[in-house]
């Protein structure tokens, strides 16, 4: 009888210090690359150039446990909406321009471009919708550059072939600034990651060729080019975790 009073006494402490015994994996830290398209407008001196644009992009950011935020991105920026005519002092008389072969060219013009940027800012988390979900607000710097790029299918005109289209691209570069506003969500199980919001730019830019052929003169006028892009981007979070026992 004491025998089996004393193993009844000993299995009940063993359940107990079993149950009180407990392992805890918390993620302090969020490492999530991921890629994002989007469609924007311009404005300042830009809108003079092109027209609405395209953007697709990637990059790295890390998130705290805190809410802190901070990364670096790269976004190519395209479009088919040139409006300023660099063209205007090869053209005929009939609207074309003669190509190599004597004939009219098939010429096309496209927006083409980058940011590359840093950024920093915080999560503003809401409750019930997951511990790393809410409101981003970020802002960072970077570097904006933008030119037109010329497409002839044949390569039948000499002007625009290298080095003589770099008098017409009008590439231009310089600092940028930049902030984005929108939501952010990790859900719990990981599948369904995403961000979505907006995202302003703003970029102190010149002409890096100094010199248009088209105009016969240089060009060192500043610039203020404005981007407000609409953006969607899909996450792929990597927790960082450590392991809590307690009892």
Same mark, same amino acid.
């Given at each position: $009888?004491?025998? !089996?009073?004393?193993? &009844? ?7 107990? $210090?079993? =149950?009180? =015994?407990?392992?805890? =994996? ?17 404005? @300042?001196?830009?809108?003079?150039? &092109? ?24 976004? #190519? #920026? ?8 660099? #063209?205007?002092? #090869? ?9 190599? !072969? $004597?004939? &009219? ?14 950024? *920093?800012?915080? /999560? ?8 790393? %979900? ?7 710097? @970077? ?6 790029? &010329? ?9 625009? %072939? ?6 017409? +691209? ?13 939501? /952010? ?10 961000? *979505? ?5 703003? @970029? ?16 060192? +006028? ?7 892009? $609409? ?12 392991? =809590?026992?307690?009892?």
């Amino acid at each position: $009888m004491k025998l !089996d009073c004393s193993i &009844f006494i000993l299995a009940f402490f063993l359940s107990v $210090m079993l =149950q009180g =015994q407990d392992t805890v =994996q918390k993620a302090s830290n969020f490492v999530i690359p991921h890629l994002h398209y989007g469609v924007g407008l311009p404005g @300042g001196d830009l809108a003079d150039r &092109f027209g609405s644009h395209f953007d697709l992009g990637v990059g790295t950011s890390v998130l705290t446990q805190k809410g802190l935020f901070f990364g670096f991105g790269f976004n #190519l #920026l395209f479009g088919s909406d040139v409006k300023e005519n660099v #063209l205007s002092s #090869l053209l005929t008389t009939e609207g074309g321009i003669i190509g190599t !072969d $004597m004939q &009219f060219a098939s010429i096309f013009l496209r927006e083409r471009g980058y940011h590359a940027y840093g950024r *920093a800012g915080f /999560l503003f988390k809401i409750r019930d919708l997951g511990k790393a %979900s809410g409101i981003l607000c970020t802002g960072g710097i @970077g570097v904006l550059s933008h030119r037109i790029r &010329f497409v002839d299918d044949f390569d039948s005109i000499i002007q625009l %072939s290298e080095p003589y289209s770099r008098g017409y +691209d009008r590439l231009s570069r310089g600092v940028s600034f930049h902030q984005f506003l929108g939501y /952010l969500h990790l859900s719990k199980n990981r599948l369904v990651n995403f961000v *979505a919001g907006f995202e302003f730019t703003q @970029g102190l830019t010149s002409n890096v060729r100094r010199y248009n052929y088209d105009q016969r003169s240089t060009d060192t +006028d500043r610039r203020i080019d404005l981007l407000s892009t $609409m953006k969607i981007g899909w996450l792929f979070p990597i927790a960082l975790t450590r392991e =809590q026992r307690y009892y």
